[in-house]
């Protein structure tokens, strides 16, 4: 755990503090654009009802194929620029530029699969790589789709393998990172995997390696996949399934909602912590 010297300071951190954010992890090739649709009109219901503005924050997964990170082992490879993967900001591009055009915060969504499945490598090999595919990816982001300004930034599981990688998530073009887990235990096994996670680097929100780092506090998550009825090879939902899945989203946003009108604060995006210069001291190195 890092020390406490490098917080949130002041009237407008404790606003921040008091806010919320909701994040939907869109990753799913069946169930993308269906998923936006339903999850935003949700989101519409709720600010009708509760009369307050909901901007949602989308981490659309973008990443190489399953077969190289199982079938390749070169740290070059991944370094070289992407080729084939999978892109879910063209896979929903309209609706993704729907919601931005509406307020919506259009982040990253990765798994570090290589490093999962790939346990016949050190770990040094496995970080390695991870570290020259986050650059090469989020380079390919930025090549692909300029019409999206990508800052922020989730793992899936929560899972970072290694934090040294947020010196490669700077470069790769990320100021903030949402993939802190306070309450994820340090040996928990991930996903049912062999790998396991590390120690919380921290409860409250700093600067590491350039990035800022946001746990996972006042944060409200669901995925694509959960509100849609599917069937995919690992996992499947039907529509009473569903709606559960809809009827728990609606009841946690709204009694954020209902918080929020009784503390003065408001549902926001990470936008604010792409400025932590302007709102927090720097904490760690390789801040430019």
Same mark, same amino acid.
């Given at each position: 755990m890092v020390d406490g010297s490098s917080r949130f300071t002041g009237e407008q951190s404790e606003k921040l503090r008091n806010s919320y954010v909701v994040t939907i992890d869109a990753e799913n090739r069946t169930t993308l654009t269906e998923g936006i649709s339903i999850i935003s009109k949700i989101r519409d219901e709720i600010e009708r009802s509760e009369a307050i503005r909901i901007p949602l924050v989308w981490f659309v997964k973008f990443q190489r194929t399953w077969d190289e990170y199982l079938g390749i082992d070169t740290p070059a490879y991944f370094a070289d620029p992407v080729d084939t993967a999978f892109d879910g900001?063209?896979? /929903?591009?309209?609706? +993704?530029?729907?919601?931005?055009?509406?307020?919506?915060?259009?982040? @990253?969504?990765?798994? /570090?699969?290589?490093?999962?499945?790939?346990?016949?490598? $050190?770990?040094?090999?496995? !970080?390695?790589?991870?570290? /020259?595919?986050?650059?090469?990816?989020?380079?390919?982001?930025?090549?692909?789709?300029?019409?999206?300004?990508?800052?922020?930034?989730? *793992?899936? @599981?929560?899972? !970072?393998?290694?934090?040294? !990688? *947020?010196?490669? +998530?700077?470069?790769?073009?990320?100021? !903030?990172?949402?993939?802190?887990?306070? +309450?994820?235990?340090?040996?928990?096994?991930? $996903?049912?995997?062999?790998?396991?996670y590390l120690a919380p680097l921290t409860e409250t929100p700093l600067v590491l390696d350039g990035v800022c780092l946001v746990p996972f506090a006042k944060t409200i998550l669901t995925h694509d996949w959960s509100v849609v009825p599917h069937e995919v090879c690992w996992r499947s939902h039907d529509e009473a399934t569903a709606l559960r899945s809809r009827g728990r989203f609606t009841a946690e946003v709204t009694k $954020?909602?209902?918080? +929020?009108?009784?503390?003065?604060?408001?549902?926001?995006?990470?936008?604010?912590?792409?400025?932590?210069?302007?709102?927090?001291?720097?904490y760690g190195s390789g801040v430019e």
């Amino acid at each position: 755990m890092v020390d406490g010297s490098s917080r949130f300071t002041g009237e407008q951190s404790e606003k921040l503090r008091n806010s919320y954010v909701v994040t939907i992890d869109a990753e799913n090739r069946t169930t993308l654009t269906e998923g936006i649709s339903i999850i935003s009109k949700i989101r519409d219901e709720i600010e009708r009802s509760e009369a307050i503005r909901i901007p949602l924050v989308w981490f659309v997964k973008f990443q190489r194929t399953w077969d190289e990170y199982l079938g390749i082992d070169t740290p070059a490879y991944f370094a070289d620029p992407v080729d084939t993967a999978f892109d879910g900001f063209e896979i /929903a591009n309209a609706e +993704l530029r729907s919601m931005r055009d509406r307020g919506d915060e259009i982040g @990253w969504h990765y798994h /570090a699969t290589g490093y999962v499945h790939r346990q016949d490598l $050190a770990h040094e090999r496995r !970080v390695e790589i991870l570290r /020259a595919d986050l650059v090469s990816c989020g380079a390919a982001i930025r090549r692909r789709h300029p019409e999206f300004d990508v800052r922020s930034f989730r *793992f899936g @599981w929560f899972f !970072v393998p290694d934090y040294s !990688v *947020f010196s490669s +998530l700077f470069e790769a073009g990320i100021r !903030v990172d949402a993939s802190v887990d306070p +309450l994820k235990r340090e040996g928990d096994k991930v $996903a049912r995997h062999e790998s396991t996670y590390l120690a919380p680097l921290t409860e409250t929100p700093l600067v590491l390696d350039g990035v800022c780092l946001v746990p996972f506090a006042k944060t409200i998550l669901t995925h694509d996949w959960s509100v849609v009825p599917h069937e995919v090879c690992w996992r499947s939902h039907d529509e009473a399934t569903a709606l559960r899945s809809r009827g728990r989203f609606t009841a946690e946003v709204t009694k $954020a909602a209902r918080e +929020l009108h009784s503390t003065g604060a408001s549902f926001i995006t990470y936008a604010p912590f792409h400025r932590y210069r302007e709102i927090m001291p720097v904490y760690g190195s390789g801040v430019e």
